[in-house]
């Protein structure tokens, strides 16, 4: 039986790829499993294969999830192809070509794209488990690079990145944070502050009545 060997690397760092051996007659949700082992991620997420041109432009999609399947019809009647079950499509039903590419583009929200090339075929080996990892080069990126973080510290752009919901914080905490840009400010506090600028101003009235302006501040005073 056939042993297709393919490279994988980032799609933004091809210095960082592994070598991945198998079968032609194993199916694509192997091939996603062995390379989320490879790169070390958690395969919590969706993923879909994409099968590639040679300028890496996506073509046929072949998902993980069953609900991510579309209704054939409406698909026909877009003229596309309707979506793979990655557990029901062999390998071998997409190797068009000696040097056959594909799209792999795990986690919709982060958007973790690697790039796949058949590099060769191999002989079958009986005392190898495929798929198989048979060559690693680089270090794997974190898959949560961003994720452990204070909940002090959020930003409007991991919040739209959809790293709130992982994270389970009350929306009134966050919005508190991401209004100031900083640690949330007690209403007994601001009372309790615009009191005492009450009172400076009014020392400083009763000593000149000058260098203050309307606003409380010092009209001299610039950074």
């Known amino acids: 039986m056939a042993i297709y060997r393919f490279k994988v690397f980032l799609e933004d760092n091809e210095d960082v790829f592994r ?8 199916n694509f949700e192997q091939f996603h499993t062995i390379i989320q082992e490879a790169f070390k991620f958690d395969s919590k997420h969706a993923s879909a294969f994409f099968v590639s041109d040679d300028y890496w432009r996506k073509g046929q999609e072949i998902t993980l999830r069953k609900e991510d399947l579309p209704l054939e019809e409406e698909e026909i009647r877009k003229n596309v192809d309707p979506k793979k079950l990655m557990s029901e499509t062999k390998i071998a ?36 488990t495929y798929p198989s ?44 944070t991401l209004d100031t840009g900083e640690e949330a400010v007690e209403e007994d506090d601001i009372n309790s502050l615009e009191g005492e600028e009450g009172e400076e101003e009014s020392e400083d009235d009763s000593e000149d009545g000058e260098g203050s302006s309307d606003y409380g501040f010092d009209a001299e005073t610039e950074d």
């Open 133 to 176: 990892i048979v060559k690693s080069y680089g270090t794997a990126p974190k898959q949560y690079k961003q994720v452990n973080v204070a909940k002090e510290e959020l930003s409007p752009d991991m919040a739209m990145a959809g790293l709130l919901d992982d994270l389970n914080v009350e929306d009134e905490e966050v919005y508190k």
């Open 19 to 26: 070598d991945i051996d198998i079968k032609a007659a194993q």
């Open 93 to 128: 039903k997409f190797i068009e070509q000696p040097h056959q590419r594909f799209v792999y583009v795990f986690d919709p929200i982060v958007q973790w794209t690697f790039l796949l090339e058949m590099i060769k075929i191999v002989e079958d080996n009986p005392k190898i």
